[in-house]
C-alpha cells in the first residue's frame, strides 16, 4: 500500500499561487498513475487533475482547465499541482491519491483509487 503525504496549503489571495506537492513512500512509484482531489466544506470531493503512470498525459477537471497543471518527478516519488489564478472557490482541503498502473481517465473515479492522502487546506481570501 503506497503512503502518501501532502503538504503545500495554506493562505493566499485570489489571483495568487500555490504549489501542493504528495510524497509517495514507496518503491515502484513510476507505476501509479495519481490525481489530486479536493472536498470544500459541506460538498462532496471533486475531481481536479491527475498524471497518467508514464507522466504523457494529463486530464484536468473543467473547473482548473488552464490554472492548474499537474506533474511528477519519479526520482523524487513526487507529485505536484501547481495552481496559479487562484480563486475564492478553490478554498477547499486538496487530496492525492494514486492507482496502480491506471489509465489517465480511470483516475476520476475516486472509488477506484487504492490510496490517499491526509490532505492539506488551501483557503483563498477575496
Known amino acids: 500500500q503506497v503512503q502518501l503525504v501532502e503538504s503545500g496549503g495554506g493562505l493566499v489571495q485570489a489571483g495568487g499561487s500555490l504549489r501542493l506537492s504528495c510524497a509517495a513512500g514507496?518503491?515502484?512509484?513510476?507505476?501509479?498513475?495519481m490525481a489530486w482531489f479536493r472536498q470544500a466544506p459541506g460538498k462532496e470531493r471533486e475531481f481536479v487533475a491527475a498524471?497518467?503512470?508514464?507522466?504523457?498525459?494529463?486530464y484536468y477537471g473543467d473547473s482548473v482547465k488552464g490554472r492548474f497543471t499537474i506533474s511528477r518527478d519519479d526520482v523524487r516519488a513526487t507529485v505536484y499541482l501547481q495552481m496559479n489564478s487562484l480563486k475564492p472557490e478553490d478554498t477547499a482541503v486538496y487530496f492525492c491519491?494514486?492507482?496502480?498502473?491506471?489509465?489517465?481517465?480511470?483516475?476520476?473515479?475516486?472509488?477506484?483509487?487504492?490510496?490517499w492522502g491526509q490532505g492539506t487546506q488551501v483557503t483563498v481570501s477575496s
Open positions: 491519491a494514486a492507482r496502480f498502473r491506471a489509465t489517465v481517465a480511470s483516475m476520476v473515479k475516486e472509488h477506484d483509487l487504492n490510496a
Open positions: 514507496t518503491l515502484g512509484f513510476g507505476s501509479y498513475a
Open positions: 498524471i497518467s503512470w508514464k507522466g504523457g498525459a494529463t
